[in-house]
């Protein structure tokens, strides 16, 4: 198994500049979710996503857009970089949102720097 | 809306000493609460989770911790800590709404 496969690992982009953070998983799992961590600030929630067609806002959800079209897939969308955007982004899913106790799975991260 | 406070940026322990690391959560009904560590350049992975009965959990790697209701709190304990165990671990909640919040992270180090 792949688990939470996100892409790229490294980007980095010019304010304005707008591009889309990959995450895929093969877990079929139903709960899907983006993070952000910034050093002091530990991991501030962007979106998730409970099922294909449904998603929702986080903690810091302002400057990101998502959808679920499937159930393997979350992309996360910046539609305008901005330096605030600075950050290492995780993606993380778990088999239901409704279990009890279930545990995230977190992909690798990526890396992205906005000049 | 769920809410974790962890009061300790950093902390500081001896080889051999024993742990405990703060974790404080805010939210109206019995959450779901776990604990996570991410080691340096590593993704981030469960320690131990608590969402019902004994209110001692353990986890990987001799750590365990306790929920106290009254004090909503969710402390992480380890009776001897290894070099190894130097890391940043994060105390989260999960509530109504799916959503699973994260605190503010503890850095560990470890003298020799």
């Known amino acids: 198994n792949a688990g939470v496969t996100q892409t790229p690992k490294f980007q980095v982009l010019k304010t304005g500049q707008s591009m889309t953070l990959q995450c895929a998983q093969d877990?079929?799992?139903?709960?899907m979710s983006w993070y952000r961590q910034d050093p002091g600030m530990g991991l501030r929630l962007i979106h998730y996503?409970?099922?294909?067609?449904?998603?929702d806002q986080g903690e810091v959800p302002n400057g990101y857009n998502v959808s679920r079209s499937t159930t393997e897939d979350f992309p996360l969308r910046l539609l305008s970089a901005a330096p605030s955007q600075t950050s290492v982004y995780f993606c993380?899913?778990?088999?239901?949102?409704?279990?009890?106790?279930?545990?995230?799975?977190f992909g690798s991260g990526t890396q992205l720097s906005v000049l | 809306a769920q809410s974790v406070t962890q009061p300790d940026i950093h902390i500081t322990v001896s080889e051999g000493a024993s742990l405990e690391l703060r974790c404080n959560y805010s939210y109206g009904a019995t959450p779901y609460l776990f604990w996570y560590v991410q080691s340096p350049g590593q993704g981030l992975q469960l320690l131990l989770k608590y969402f019902s009965g004994d209110t001692l959990v353990q986890g990987i790697k001799g750590f365990e911790a306790e929920f106290k209701r009254s004090q909503s709190s969710f402390n992480l304990r380890k009776p001897s800590v290894h070099w190894s165990d130097a890391a940043e671990y994060f105390c989260a909640v999960r509530g109504g709404g799916f959503k699973t919040i994260f605190g503010a992270g503890t850095r560990l180090f470890v003298k020799a």
């Open positions: 996503s409970v099922g294909a067609g449904i998603t």
């Open positions: 993380a899913s778990s088999y239901s949102p409704r279990g009890e106790g279930e545990k995230l799975f």
């Open positions: 877990m079929n799992h139903e709960y």
